[in-house]
């Protein structure tokens, strides 16, 4: 312990001349994590319940759902990609999908503005969202 | 002397191999697919303090390149250009013109690979709701800054890899 602080103590000694000072980085490390709660604070304190999920493709808006009514959708994503979205009691996720990594299954369950999930292989974001249905239509629900 | 220098490089990329393997072996739940955590850096870090800017700039080039052929596809290229290259100007930047201790320029380094990363996904997939994984990223970013900072920190100060001149 002693030897190894010494060393330290030495070789920043060289190379600075002036005593080691970790003022300005703790300073800097701080603003960091203020920044940090700072965000966390819009995200947890801005956090509202959606009421509407909309599914994009490749950038552009599919279809969207209100997030009150249960049901199941197949996403048809990029180059046959498929994602299966299921919604149900206030919440949305992806339960099945063709992509190779299968990330946006493990993503989780998302009910609350501005969360979303997301396929990358397969390009499709959903996304939870306080706007209009502009789809709710019988005809696009698989059961 | 030139040898030596391409034997370093050699050596370093290589490592940054092994390293990406391993991060890749790492499920991170949240995550967009493709970004990685930026344990990498370790490489990256060691070669801007151990040698010089030239010199982390090419170990960067080709440890991404390597890597997005041998683990990744193309998305993966572009997470790891965006992180890779924005991460290594904010730290060249921080130790060209600041005093700060090389963890303090690790973390900065570790929160400038997150941005990066988030926003090429953002441009991607053309959408805005990431305040999730920003706010993830943002704190990742900085437990993997803290990491790579000590790691990086603990090897330079006991590898002398004098430049050769
Ligand atoms: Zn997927």
Redesign the pocket.
């Given at each position: 312990m002693k030897t190894d602080k010494n060393t330290i103590d030495k070789t920043e000694k060289k190379s600075g001349g002036k005593p080691v000072s970790y003022k300005k980085d703790l300073i800097f490390i701080g603003i960091f994590l203020a920044v940090g709660l700072i965000l966390a604070a819009v995200v947890f304190l801005g956090k509202k319940a959606g009421n509407s999920v909309t599914v994009s493709v490749s950038g552009k808006e599919v279809i969207s759902f209100s997030l009150d009514e249960d049901l199941e959708y197949m996403i048809e994503g990029k180059d046959g990609?498929k994602?299966l979205l299921i919604i149900k009691d206030g919440k949305a996720w992806?339960e099945e999908?063709n992509?190779r990594?299968?990330?946006?299954?493990n993503m989780g369950k998302i009910d609350s503005v501005g969360q979303s999930g997301i396929?990358?292989?397969?390009e499709?974001v959903v996304s939870i969202g306080s706007d209009e249905v502009t789809d709710e239509g019988p005809d696009v629900v698989v059961y | 002397m030139k040898t030596s220098k391409f034997t370093k490089y050699g050596l370093l990329i290589a490592l940054a191999l092994i390293m990406s393997y391993i991060e890749a072996q790492i499920p991170v739940f949240f995550a967009i697919?493709g970004i990685k955590l930026g344990l990498t850096n370790v490489v990256v870090l060691f070669a801007l303090y151990a040698m010089d800017f030239k010199s982390a700039f090419i170990i960067n080039i080709f440890r991404i390149i390597l890597v997005g052929f041998m683990f990744g596809n193309g998305v993966s290229i572009l997470f790891s250009l965006a992180g890779g290259f924005l991460s290594l100007l904010v730290m060249v930047l921080l130790k060209k013109f600041t005093d700060l201790k090389i963890i303090t320029v690790s973390v900065a380094g570790g929160i400038a690979h997150n941005i990066g990363q988030i926003i090429v996904a953002m441009l991607m997939l053309q959408t805005n709701s990431i305040a999730w994984y920003l706010l993830v990223l943002w704190f990742t970013g900085i437990a993997a800054g803290v990491l790579v900072g000590i790691i990086g920190g603990e090897v330079v100060k006991r590898v002398r890899w004098e430049d050769q001149n």
């Open positions: 990609g994602n992806i999908a992509c990594d299968g990330l946006c299954i396929c990358l292989p397969n499709v | 697919p």
